[in-house]
């Protein structure tokens, strides 16, 4: 059985830093996409960023620069550096990759909770 694992939210003052880590675990061929997505109180979730296994980059327009994917593909990590935090990045953030097995799965971690005070 494959499981994400996010660490590294928490309470942060606006203009601050956070950086998240999602660790996968189980029995895994490969992991080709890994990204974190976010969902706000009363909203949708919604992608933030995503990173192919061989570091092609794609975010939302909402943090472009300030925000930075990266992965370390012989730990099965992704990470999301966050820099210069607003109100409106409030959110549980979540882990997803697309990994390979047995067969093909979607995995999504639990998430975790990023709370920015103005």
């Known amino acids: 059985q494959v499981q994400l694992v996010e660490s590294g939210g928490g309470l942060v003052q606006a203009g601050g830093s956070l950086r998240l880590s999602c660790a996968a675990s189980?029995?895994?061929?490969?992991?080709?996409?890994m990204g974190w997505y976010r969902q706000a109180p009363g909203k949708q979730r919604e992608l933030v960023a995503a990173i192919t296994s061989g570091g092609s980059t794609n975010y939302a327009d909402s943090v472009k620069g300030r925000f930075t994917i990266s992965r370390d593909n012989a730990k099965s990590t992704v990470y999301l550096q966050m820099n210069s935090l607003k109100a409106e990045d409030t959110a549980v953030y979540y882990c997803?990759?697309?990994?390979?097995?047995?067969?093909?799965?979607?995995?999504w971690g639990r998430g975790t909770l990023v709370t920015v005070s103005s």
């Open positions: 189980g029995s895994i061929f490969s992991i080709n996409l």
């Open positions: 997803n990759a697309d990994v390979y097995t047995v067969a093909y799965l979607q995995v």
